[in-house]
């Protein structure tokens, strides 16, 4: 994988869309993580202390642990979120979680972020029909969707081994993603100087 450009001290978030144990997304995630170059990091997020959405919590004893999520997404400069796709749509725990990050209405802390989303999936189809579903809520978030060939990854449970991607098409598909995500990232600081 040729990563184009230079870039600086940027910071970014994965989350997956799964929760268990041996999931293949955060396979995935820890895989490119890997793969990125010294100035570029990516911490990734498990979701499982977050509890169901309930707007009443907004207001009365904000959970502490959605707070630590959402600031986790306004302190990084690009998200990847990478998911299985359960009954051809985003898993509920991925949902979930971001309604609780939509909150409050328009200010929530995607608006302008550099997202990417991939999914992964023993079925042919790689978890592909999920994919949409997760970008049209990303929109709705105000979110900046990164605008790339869609990552998939068919047959994921062929392609895992030892907690990683071992995959090279694969692996290679979705650095050359990443890769967009990072231009992203930088057009905004561009933006973002311009505006000051």
């Keep these: 994988m040729q990563m184009t450009g230079k870039y600086s001290s940027i910071r970014l978030i994965g989350i997956s869309g799964s929760l268990r144990r041996d999931s293949y997304c955060t396979a995935i995630l820890r895989t490119l993580r890997d793969q990125l170059p010294e100035q570029v990091t990516l911490d990734i997020f498990e979701l499982t202390r977050i509890p169901l959405y309930n707007q009443d919590d907004e207001t009365e004893n904000f959970p502490s642990s959605v707070q630590t999520f959402k600031d986790a997404v306004a302190r990084c400069d690009g998200v990847v979120i990478a998911s299985p796709e359960y009954n051809y749509g985003m898993p509920g725990v991925l949902k979930n979680a971001l309604d ?97």
């Design 100 to 196: 609780w990050a939509s909150r409050p209405m328009n200010n929530s802390p995607f608006a302008g972020k550099p997202t990417l989303v991939m999914t992964a999936s023993p079925a042919f189809t790689g978890g592909v029909r999920a994919q949409i579903q997760i970008a049209e809520t990303l929109r709705a978030m105000l979110a900046h969707v990164v605008a790339t060939p869609q990552v998939v990854v068919p047959a994921a449970h062929t392609k895992i081994e030892d907690g990683k991607l071992k995959d090279s098409v694969s692996v290679d598909y979705a650095m050359k993603a990443i890769d967009a995500l990072l231009v992203a990232v930088k057009r905004r600081r561009l933006t973002s100087s311009f505006d000051l």
